[in-house]
């Protein structure tokens, strides 16, 4: 399987965007058969963000892309790249509003529907268009907004509990033109996979064109085909297996070991399913960024609003080398090593 290896790749400028309304767990209880001794224990979730109305993903997008435009000290990207499940419509994409919002010049904007391995996927794309000399700078972004696409009641409590809302951004940029304030990041590599044999194992089935004579209808709105369905048990299983396959690869092919970094910095699905990770590549409790606790599962978002906090909270050291990996509906997979530049 090829992996990409970068030499002429930084990355900087994490920023984030959180919703003002904090759902605790109670609050949950109020809504459906949940509790927070269940959600805590199965999950480490205690908290998460969610929107109010007419707060959008692009919005959010938009928000988190406006700070790293301005911590990068820059005004202008030659393309952005923007990765959600929840677009503000069934088209076109985000990328769109966020180019439009930014009052960016009329650059290309992509949208990256890998859904938890989302950011992963659009940081490789970004990568490969920097170290080929298509463009220097890219923004991108990964942006979410479940809470109005979960169904909260009973019927749907395994996943309503899971999932929050948020954005997080950065700026992928060719290494000998980068004047950003730091800290700054080496994209040293990624590697990417999928298996649609699983597509129905975590879904959200409708409205889709695979639907006929419509894509939905009230029906189909009642019986709940239109929140996200998943087997959690077989998820969780391939989560963990796939997250240590793939970043024993990329090490592999990096030249480097577990005990080389200093941070993992993961896709938050489950706290336990870090944990498991973690002690399969052997690496203590203490390595891996977990940010779950606070916000849930924001998907594409994830790995972004993880970076932007390690920023500020981990005091970062030329040369520490970190991991990200994640797992997610398609299923997808994948991983990036990163290096804090001098
Ligand atoms: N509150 C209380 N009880 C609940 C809840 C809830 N919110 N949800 C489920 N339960 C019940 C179940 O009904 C079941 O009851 P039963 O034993 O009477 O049948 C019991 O709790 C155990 O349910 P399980 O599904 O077996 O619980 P499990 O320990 O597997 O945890 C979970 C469920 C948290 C969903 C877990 O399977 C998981 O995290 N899966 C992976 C999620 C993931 O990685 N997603 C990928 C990214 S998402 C994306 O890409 C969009």
Not at 140 to 146: F, K, N, P, R
Request: with cysteine; aromatic share 8%.
């Amino acid at each position: 399987m090829r992996a990409p290896l970068f030499s002429k790749v930084v990355v900087h400028s994490f920023a984030r965007e959180i919703p003002l309304r904090k759902v605790p767990n109670d609050d949950l209880a109020k809504l459906m058969d949940t509790n927070d001794d269940w959600i805590r224990k199965r999950t480490g979730i205690q908290t998460r963000y969610w929107v109010d109305e007419p707060t959008t993903t692009s919005n959010l997008g938009s928000a988190s892309a406006k700070k790293t435009l301005a911590l990068a000290g820059c005004d202008q990207v030659d393309a952005i790249i923007a990765a959600t499940l929840s677009p503000d419509f069934n088209f076109p994409g985000i990328g769109v509003q966020i180019q439009n919002d930014l009052n960016l010049d009329c650059i290309p904007a992509y949208d990256i529907r890998n859904q938890c391995s989302g950011f992963l996927y659009a940081l490789e794309m970004a990568g490969a268009l920097i170290e080929t000399g298509v463009y220097q700078r890219i923004l991108v972004v990964g942006a979410e907004v479940h809470s109005t696409g979960l169904d909260r009641t009973t019927r749907g409590r395994d996943i309503a509990v899971l999932f929050g809302d948020g954005a997080g951004s950065c700026i992928v940029e060719r290494k000998d033109c980068c004047h950003a304030p730091g800290p700054v990041f080496s994209l040293l590599g990624t590697e990417l996979h999928s298996d649609g044999a699983f597509v129905d194992q975590l879904w959200c089935e409708h409205p889709g064109s695979a639907h006929f004579p419509i894509r939905v209808s009230v029906d189909l709105v009642e019986q709940g085909k239109i929140f996200p369905t998943m087997n959690g048990k077989l998820v969780f299983e391939h989560a963990v297996r796939r997250m240590v396959e793939v970043s024993m690869s990329l090490l592999g092919k990096l030249n480097r070991q577990p005990r080389d970094l200093r941070l993992i910095i993961p896709h938050q699905a489950n706290l336990r399913i870090n944990s498991l990770v973690a002690k399969q590549l052997g690496l203590d409790e203490e390595q891996v960024f977990n940010t779950i606790q606070k916000y849930g599962n924001t998907t594409a978002a994830t790995i972004p609003i993880g970076f932007s906090h390690a920023v500020e909270e981990c005091d970062l050291k030329p040369g520490d080398q970190i991991l990200s990996a994640a797992f997610g509906s398609g299923f997808t997979w994948g991983a990036a090593v990163f290096e804090v530049v001098d």
